[in-house]
Nanobody
Framework: VQLQAYGGGLVQTGGTLRLTCAAS????????IGWFRQAPGKEREAVSC????????YYPDFLKGRFTIARDKTKNTVYLQIDNLRPEDTGVYYC???????????????????WGQGTQVTVSS
C-alpha cells in the first residue's frame, strides 16, 4: 500500500489549491480515503474523508464549505480542493486509508494505518 500526496505550495490568502493523492498497491474503489493535516506545533487533524461508495463525505464542522474531496476511480487518485485559503490552513497535508474501513466518518475519527508522504501547504497573509 503506497500513497503519495502532492500539489501543495505557497499561496496567498484567498487562493485555491487542489491536492492529489495517488495510490498504488490497492484499489481506491474499496476503502475510505481521507485527508489529514498537521500544522506546526499542533496535533494532526482530519480535514476530509470519503466513503467507499463515493457518496458519503465527512468534513469537520469548522472546515465545511471550503474543502472538497473527490475520487477519480479511473486514475486511482483522490483530490482535495481547498478554496479561500487562510493562513491557519498552513501545514503538511497527508492522505491516508485503512483497507478495512469503508466509513468516511469512522476513518476521520481514527488513526489510519496507511499514510503517504505529505505535501506542504503554506498560506501567506
Amino acid at each position: 500500500v503506497q500513497l503519495q500526496a502532492y500539489g501543495g505550495g505557497l499561496v496567498q490568502t484567498g487562493g485555491t489549491l487542489r491536492l492529489t493523492c495517488a495510490a498504488s498497491g490497492f484499489s481506491m474503489n474499496r476503502p475510505a480515503i481521507g485527508w489529514f493535516r498537521q500544522a506546526p506545533g499542533k496535533e494532526r487533524e482530519a480535514v476530509s474523508c470519503l466513503s467507499t461508495n463515493n457518496y458519503i463525505t465527512y468534513y469537520p464542522d469548522f472546515l465545511k464549505g471550503r474543502f472538497t474531496i473527490a475520487r477519480d476511480k479511473t486514475k486511482n487518485t483522490v483530490y482535495l480542493q481547498i478554496d479561500n485559503l487562510r493562513p491557519e490552513d498552513t501545514g503538511v497535508y497527508y492522505c491516508s486509508t485503512d483497507l478495512g474501513q469503508s466509513s468516511s466518518y469512522a476513518l476521520c475519527h481514527s488513526s489510519p494505518p496507511n499514510w503517504g508522504q505529505g505535501t506542504q501547504v503554506t498560506v501567506s497573509s
